[in-house]
């Protein structure tokens, strides 16, 4: 199994800046994909951004030229640097990473237990 654990999130003033970290642990083999989600109120559930293994990056539209997405393979550690947040930033982000493990070679879903951000005008 591969548990995630997330910090970082809080309450950050508009225009403001976040750093989010997310570490798994566990038994693990490879880690294909590290990603972030985000659940906001009322709306659907939307990937943020995500780093593969070869380093290369994705990020929604919305977060564009503001967000940057980092892993440290070392540590098997993410990291999301926020910066020019908004007040359609606040949700709850999710930290998600596609691994296997020593007792399985099948590559799956791990999900962390999310973390608030919240950005006050």
């Known amino acids: 199994q591969v548990q995630l654990v997330e910090s970082g999130g809080g309450l950050v003033q508009f225009g403001g800046s976040l750093r989010l970290s997310c570490a798994a642990s566990?038994?693990?083999?490879?880690?294909?994909?590290m990603s972030w989600f985000r659940q906001a109120p009322g709306k659907q559930g939307e990937l943020v951004a995500s780093i593969d293994d070869a380093g290369t990056t994705n990020y929604a539209d919305s977060v564009k030229g503001r967000f940057t997405i980092a892993r440290d393979n070392a540590k098997n550690t993410v990291y999301l640097q926020m910066n020019s947040l908004q007040s359609e930033d606040t949700a709850v982000y999710y930290c998600?990473?596609?691994?296997?493990?020593?007792?399985?070679?099948?590559?799956?879903?791990?999900w962390g237990q999310g973390t608030q951000v919240t950005v006050s005008s």
């Open positions: 998600h990473v596609f691994a296997n493990t020593y007792q399985s070679a099948i590559l799956k879903d791990y």
């Open positions: 566990g038994s693990i083999r490879s880690i294909r994909t």
